[in-house]
């Protein structure tokens, strides 16, 4: 029940395009192999992943439609639409004139130019609900084997997540009726009035429990707007991935088994194993409190962790549900090594937004009773 809103930042994204290539499209290029070079080791010779991860990028979850099947990017195309992003980001942020004109009635609602000037919009940029020194979508495209991709999903070939089937549109139809968005991203709508009758009705990212965007996983992917970083601290047995958006924690258990069916949790069950020097994980027993894209309770999730010689990590991963989509789809894009460091996210402290969704919905309840008593 996701509603597609990485989706339509690629519809934004296309519709940049044009201005942002200088040249002619070109062919695809093909995905070459991944060069070994030192991987940091635990001590009982599986690879050490432990550190801390920057994930910040422009390039989106699903292609736009502009490039069709095309998985790569010139470095001339990904040099002008970084150096675009850059020069726009530098704009927002230089100071505002002291007597600059009023903004137009209802803000600007001019189609946007780029994906950071579509982020800003997204954050509530048309009446400022977010200015640009609260966002940090990222600088830079996904470089994967050295190639700039054009997408996070690499199958199938279009770079877009596949149809969804008639029965779970109808599902997701009937759930919506009658409750809110689990995604619980900022643009999402809010949900029948029956939505809004108590705090645990709202959905988790709305809370503050989990992060919004599925920046928690699994899949765990970027969330093209702050708290890019992701931590990983390991051991033989266990597996830990802190999220540094909502202070989300993944445990994977080592050479496990699944719990049973009837165990459902925020993040789906996670169990590792290593093949060769990839950490392989396998997520099922997700719960109806996320469904991610509009996914069901068969939702299976495959990651692949595969450390590289600089430091950093190829993070790929593979996602279906028979009960939602015509196929499986997959992705992929880099973890760089970051030095920085992760500090407490605390999005709900002396926050009274949560409060006031509720008074609101019962003051709109009490103005339509003394409608009907008219």
């Known amino acids: 029940m996701r509603t597609r809103v990485l989706s339509g930042l690629a519809l934004s994204f296309a519709v940049a395009a044009g201005a942002w290539l200088t040249e002619p499209l070109s062919a695809q290029s093909a995905v070459g192999p991944r060069r070994a070079g030192t991987i940091a080791r635990m001590p009982d010779g599986r690879p050490d992943l432990q550190g801390t991860y920057d994930v910040a ?25 970084e150096e675009f992003e850059r020069q726009w980001n530098e704009r927002m942020a230089a100071p505002l004139a002291g007597d600059r004109a009023a903004p137009p009635v209802g803000g600007d609602t001019s189609v946007p130019k780029s994906f950071l000037e579509t982020l800003f919009r997204f954050g509530g940029g048309v009446v400022g609900g977010y200015n640009t020194f609260w966002l940090a979508g990222g600088t830079q495209v996904v470089t994967v084997d050295g190639q700039k991709r054009t997408s996070i999903i690499v199958d199938p070939p279009n770079g877009r997540i596949p149809s969804m089937k008639p029965e779970a549109k109808q599902r997701n139809s009937a759930f919506l009726a009658r409750a809110a968005n689990p995604s619980a991203n900022e643009s999402d709508t809010s949900g029948p009035a029956s939505a809004f009758d108590n705090p645990e009705q709202r959905p988790l990212a709305e809370r503050c429990l989990l992060g919004f965007g599925s920046t928690s996983g699994p899949p765990t992917l970027p969330n093209y707007f702050y708290n890019n970083l992701k931590q990983i601290v390991q051991t033989k047995d266990t597996i830990m991935i802190l999220i540094e958006m909502v202070h989300d924690a993944r445990i994977i258990r080592m050479n496990a088994t699944h719990l049973p069916p009837s165990i459902r949790k925020w993040m789906g069950d996670s169990i590792g194993r290593w093949e060769g020097d990839t950490l392989v994980v396998d997520t099922t027993n997700f719960t109806g409190k996320t469904q991610f894209q509009g996914s069901g309770e068969n939702l299976h999730v495959i990651e692949r962790f595969t450390p590289l010689g600089n430091g950093s990590i190829n993070y790929r991963f593979m996602v279906e549900d028979s009960s939602t989509w015509e196929r499986p789809w997959s992705g992929e894009y880099t973890w760089r090594a970051s030095s920085e460091n992760i500090y407490e996210y605390a999005c709900h402290e002396a926050n009274h937004a949560l409060s006031n969704v509720l008074s609101g919905a019962r003051f709109t309840e009490k103005q339509a009773a003394e409608q009907r008593k008219k």
């Open 57 to 81: 990028t422009i390039t989106q979850l699903e292609r736009p439609v502009e490039f069709g099947d095309r998985l790569t990017l010139t470095d001339k195309e990904a040099a002008t639409i």
